[in-house]
C-alpha cells in the first residue's frame, strides 16, 4: 500500500506558474507509469500528465507546451511543472500511480485568477 500525498496547489493569476509535488509513502520505482488527473467542478475528470518509468511522457492538447511531469525515484515524488496557467486550469489536481492508477492523492486546489 502506497500513500500519495499532493502539494503545492494554490491562487495565481493567469499566466503564472505553480509547481504541483506529490510524495509517496513508498517506492516508486517499482510503477511502470505515474500521473496527474484534474477535476473541475461539473466537469469530467480529465488526465493532464503521465510519466514512465523510463521517462517518457504525454499530455493532452489542453496543456501541451505549458505543462511538464516529472518523477524521481530516488526521492519517491511525482512533480507537475505548470507554467502559462489559464482559468481553465482550474481544478483539483490528483497525483496517481500502481497497476491501473489504483493509488490516488487527496488532492490540491489550483485556482487561476485575476
Known amino acids: 500500500q502506497v500513500q500519495l500525498v499532493e502539494s503545492g496547489g494554490g491562487l495565481v493569476q493567469p499566466g503564472g506558474s505553480l509547481r504541483l509535488s506529490c510524495a509517496a509513502s513508498g517506492s516508486i520505482g517499482s510503477f511502470y507509469l505515474m500521473g496527474w488527473y484534474r477535476q473541475a467542478p461539473g466537469k469530467e475528470r480529465e488526465l493532464v500528465a503521465t510519466?514512465?518509468?523510463?521517462?517518457?511522457?504525454n499530455y493532452p492538447a489542453s496543456v501541451k507546451g505549458r505543462f511538464t511531469v516529472s518523477r524521481d525515484n530516488a526521492k519517491n515524488t511525482l512533480s507537475l511543472q505548470m507554467n502559462s496557467l489559464k482559468h481553465e486550469d482550474s481544478a483539483v489536481y490528483y497525483c496517481?500511480?500502481?497497476?491501473?492508477?489504483?493509488?490516488w492523492g487527496q488532492g490540491t486546489q489550483v485556482s487561476v485568477s485575476s
Open positions: 496517481c500511480a500502481g497497476y491501473g492508477f489504483q493509488y
Open positions: 510519466v514512465t518509468s523510463g521517462g517518457s511522457t
